[in-house]
């Protein structure tokens, strides 16, 4: 029943936001009615649209689009191979912030759960993101070395640069094949090959995938045996890459502690709140509570910056 509840109340709040957004939306009736005149048949499909779930999250979505913030979120998951649009990404975390307090609330009549699901439904996106995209990147730094032999060998059977970075993209899977497919797109689209390399360069955020640009730019302009080149970076990455995986075996024990040291806390909190809510009163319902728990946090945090800063060693 409490969870009927609210669903309901959930569902209530998401269409008083639509009719909202209907509200604020520049569209005149006179605009749809010459609108459904001159495309009957896109004004059809969007009246079915309207009556399902796929037509009310597309018009949610669309209220976030053209945003400033809303492009910077659609770099990021461009950077992190997530599937969707920005305002599409936004929809999602806002309904995630929304009904998950909700629901969490409908089901304990919990205020300090409720206020940890918000922490969490406010956060979990963003770290998902962030994770996805280092992942990604991750994975393109294993395969740069390869993609480099793959380019020079081929340069030396006689291909061009193009020829060569197509090569890649049949040999090697993503990320890394749709990255330069990306770019070869970018190429016979018109741009240049330079204008079309700094924006991989830019869209990836990868060091080692700035060294290999640069050395490209800088050999078209003065000359140079590319083929030798290429396989020297190689040499440099896969060196660079060897150390790195020594470095995070020898830091493997620090980065856990720091994980685990991070995550007890808030878990034990987060269980005790769902078992024994009474156990907790003593630190929600007083001012010393609470300035132990931000005095926690605070400790929690500056605790993590300090292992992390102790771990993270450049290469």
Request: hydrophobic share 50%.
């Amino acid at each position: 029943m409490q969870l009927a509840v609210g669903l309901i109340v959930f569902l209530a709040i998401m269409c008083l936001s639509l009719g909202i957004f209907q509200a604020l939306d520049k569209r005149s009736d006179i605009q749809d009615r010459l609108e459904m005149y001159v495309n009957e048949d896109k004004h059809r499909t969007r009246e079915r649209q309207r009556v399902t779930l796929v037509g009310i999250f597309k018009k949610i979505s669309s209220i976030f689009a053209a945003r400033t913030f809303t492009e910077r979120i659609q770099l990021e998951l461009l950077q992190a191979g997530i599937p969707l649009k920005g305002e599409e990404f936004v929809t999602v975390w806002l309904l995630a912030g929304l009904g998950g307090p909700i629901i969490t609330w409908f089901l304990s009549y919990n205020a300090a759960l409720t206020v940890l699901v918000i922490l969490i439904c406010s956060a979990g996106p963003r770290f998902y993101v962030r994770h996805k995209k280092n992942d990604k990147l991750k994975k393109l730094n294993q395969q740069l070395s390869d993609a480099l032999v793959i380019m020079a060998n081929g340069m030396r059977a006689g291909f061009g640069f193009q020829q060569a970075m197509d090569t890649v993209t049949k040999e090697l899977p993503p990320p890394i094949a749709n990255e330069f497919a990306w770019t070869l797109r970018e190429i016979q689209l018109g741009s240049s090959t330079e204008e079309a390399l700094q924006n991989m360069s830019e869209r990836v955020k990868s060091d080692d995938l700035d060294m290999i640009v640069t050395a490209v730019l800088i050999q078209r302009q003065v000359g140079g045996n590319l083929a030798q080149i290429l396989d020297n970076i190689s040499r440099t990455i896969r060196d660079r890459t060897r150390i790195k995986g020594e470095i995070k075996t020898l830091t493997a024990q620090g980065r856990l502690s720091g994980l685990i040291i991070g995550l007890l806390p808030v878990a034990l909190l987060f269980i005790l709140l769902i078992i024994n809510p009474d156990y907790m009163n003593s630190l929600l319902q007083e001012d010393y509570g609470f300035i132990l728990l931000g005095a926690a946090a605070l400790s929690e945090l500056l605790g993590l910056m300090i292992i992390n800063k102790i771990v993270d060693i450049d290469v």
